[in-house]
């Protein structure tokens, strides 16, 4: 048989020619008749309590976040935060690239901001970085976890005045970085007037309803989320 007889029928075998005209359809032939592998599906490691507090957690000692708010306790531990609140939901905020040089030549490492909120009045923030993304989340969703804080519910618009909670009971402010906000009470039915990323976290927050007005660099979501995270907070230390 001669070369181009050969070539018009798909090549020598295993080097790319058609299935079924010349060589196997595994080096150039139809991937799709491959069988997919199943993904695995992530396994929640089981939690073993280290610090004194997640033993008492643990046992069922304590049942309620505001036990430990009323000792003085400090968390150390996000499994005693997903233990008292499961309902919190986790939300990836803002990713980013770090890029360092060092002697060696350029670093690269990713950065990750998560919110974890059950939307009725508890609240964490997080940032984590590593060399991979999915490690940094994981870092994220942890210290998110820890710092979690409560928020204080209510009704503070003097065009509302009904006793539901949501939104906040009255005006706060607060400051991370260069980034201020100001965070007043709205009526029922107002909504969120806010950016799409600071109404992502006063939804998770629980607040429903609400007036807000920033300044400063607001795109730099590590400040802006410092900031509302301490005017939430200070709505359950002033309240």
């Not at 539901?164 to 965070?183: A, M, T």
Request: a positive charge.
């Amino acid at each position: 048989m001669s070369q181009t007889t050969q070539q018009n029928r798909g090549g020598p075998p295993g080097r790319g020619g058609p299935p079924g005209r010349g060589g196997p359809p595994g080096r150039g032939g139809r991937q799709g008749d491959r069988p997919r592998r199943p993904r695995k599906e992530h396994v929640e490691p089981e939690w073993i309590p280290k610090t004194i507090l997640g033993k008492k957690v643990s046992s069922g000692e304590i049942t309620a976040m505001e036990e430990i708010y009323e000792k003085g306790f400090r968390i150390q531990e996000a499994g005693i935060i997903k233990k008292l609140l499961p309902d919190l939901k986790t939300e990836v905020i803002d990713v980013g690239l770090i890029q360092k040089m060092t002697p060696n030549g350029q670093s690269t490492r990713f950065k990750a901001l998560v919110a974890a909120g059950n939307e009725n009045g508890w609240l964490g923030i997080g940032l984590g970085k590593s060399k991979q993304m999915r490690i940094a989340i994981e870092k994220a969703n942890n210290a998110a976890f820890l710092n979690v804080s409560p928020v204080k519910l209510g009704c503070g618009s003097w065009e509302c005045r009904c006793d539901q909670k949501h939104s906040v009971p009255y005006k706060v402010r607060g400051k991370g970085g260069s980034v201020s906000i100001e965070l007043l009470p709205g009526p029922r039915g107002l909504g969120i007037v806010a950016g799409g990323k600071i109404r992502n976290l006063l939804r998770l927050a629980g607040i429903k309803d609400a007036w807000t007005f920033t300044k400063g660099s607001t795109g730099t979501m590590n400040s802006t989320s410092k900031a509302l995270l301490e005017c939430l907070r200070q709505t359950f230390s002033q309240g």
